[in-house]
């Protein structure tokens, strides 16, 4: 099941409470306060797991917690730290404040480890209330609540091609030819219902990452067939490769159906049609004269259409060299960089606490 959304509920552990205690020994009858300080609640932490590919582990748990903080003892024991809470998601994962709606980090890089909640600090013994003038206090502090967050997740596939098209123009066909990808191909439309990714591995080494993205339809950006809910996943792709039926089964015209496909990528996001994109006429092995491929050339107009047959893979191999080329030479920096978080005010001003603190290592605080 690809489950590609997730709202969640992450709270740090709680800071252990301060002991209030007093040195009794032999000869020492009133030896004096030794109540140690309690622990400090568990932080919790997001890393990237390049080996899970959904967001699957959401679905049943909606309550993380890290471990609160131990109580401190006698004899000036300080009480135990709770164990952290490090949660995996995958590559590409987006973590958003619901509350506030705010993006908090992109995690696109595998091994990022962000802390999204600290736990609080744990409460002071009877020891730490000691003066000249309060020699035997009786009292001691709680620990601070850790802190909670209401988060939702949200994935966008991170691929360097994405194929993009009508249902059924042979898209699934493609990416099952060019990497092990096994998605379902049947001869009617919306037969993935999910998107596939893929890894196409050509010679010297080299390799990209392709993904299949369901079919898209006329009014897909307002919620019409299946596309709406993956056109987010084309977001992070770097070319897109349009793949066009020569001869659809239901007899509409490939140009018009390449330019509803740009229309409905338009209006989803203007950024999307300004991606690098190669346009492939698929099922080449039933036009075998090439009168309707060189038509349709003719009357797209655009540059960088490629003619192939998916199942008889005449063309893929030179279709995959320029892919290589063009995923070479297109940019890799995140579209969605993490800003500073700051709580909003209901009066309108800003207040940033310690949540917002970025450590000085590889770890963000947030």
């Known amino acids: 099941m690809f489950i590609d959304r997730a709202i969640i509920t992450v709270k740090a552990g709680n800071g252990g409470p301060g002991c209030v205690s007093?040195?009794?020994?032999?000869?020492?009858?009133?030896g004096g306060p030794d109540g140690g300080d309690g622990g400090r609640g568990g932080n919790v932490y997001f890393v990237v797991d390049p080996a899970i590919d959904t967001l699957l582990d959401f679905s049943g748990r909606h309550n993380?917690?890290?471990?609160?903080g131990l109580p401190g003892e006698g004899a000036n024991r300080h009480g135990a730290d709770g164990a952290d809470l490090v949660i995996p998601v995958p590559p590409g994962t987006l973590i958003f404040d619901n509350e506030y709606n705010l993006l908090?980090?992109?995690?696109?890089?595998?091994?990022?480890?962000?802390?999204?909640c600290r736990g609080g600090i744990g409460g002071?013994?009877?020891k730490a209330f000691a003066t000249p003038t309060r020699q035997t206090p009786r009292f001691a502090?709680?620990?601070?609540?850790?802190?909670?967050?209401?988060?939702?997740l949200e994935l966008r596939l991170m691929a360097d091609v994405g194929l993009v098209g009508m249902p059924n123009a042979g898209k699934s066909t493609l990416i099952s030819r060019c990497t092990s990808a096994r998605p379902k191909i049947a001869n009617y439309p919306f037969t993935t219902l999910s998107p596939v990714l893929g890894i196409v591995e050509l010679s010297d080494f080299r390799r990209f990452v392709m993904a299949d993205i369901p079919g898209l339809i006329e009014g897909a950006h307002s919620g019409a067939g299946l596309g709406h809910d993956f056109l987010k996943h084309i977001e992070r792709t770097r070319i897109l490769v349009h793949v066009l039926d020569i001869l659809p089964s239901d007899d509409s015209d490939p140009v018009e159906n390449y330019h509803k496909i740009r229309r409905e990528l338009e209006l989803h996001s203007r950024s999307l049609v300004e991606k690098p994109e190669v346009v492939v006429l698929n099922k080449a092995?039933?036009?075998?004269?090439?009168?309707?491929?060189?038509?349709i050339k003719h009357r797209l107009g655009v540059q960088n259409v490629m003619v192939i047959s998916a199942v008889s893979g005449q063309g893929v191999r030179d279709l995959l060299e320029r892919l290589w080329a063009l995923v070479r030479q297109s940019p890799t920096e995140p579209e969605h960089p993490a800003p500073l978080f700051v709580w909003p005010q209901e009066d309108g001003a800003v207040e940033s606490p310690e949540t917002v603190d970025y450590l000085d290592s590889q770890e963000d605080t947030l």
């Open 22 to 30: 007093f040195r009794r020994e032999k000869y020492e009858a009133k």
């Open 124 to 126: 002071k013994g009877n």
């Open 141 to 152: 502090t709680r620990g601070k609540e850790g802190q909670r967050r209401e988060i939702r």
């Open 285 to 295: 092995d039933l036009d075998a004269d090439g009168l309707f491929s060189e038509d």
């Open 104 to 116: 908090l980090k992109d995690m696109n890089e595998p091994g990022m480890k962000v802390c999204i």
């Open 64 to 68: 993380w917690e890290a471990a609160n």
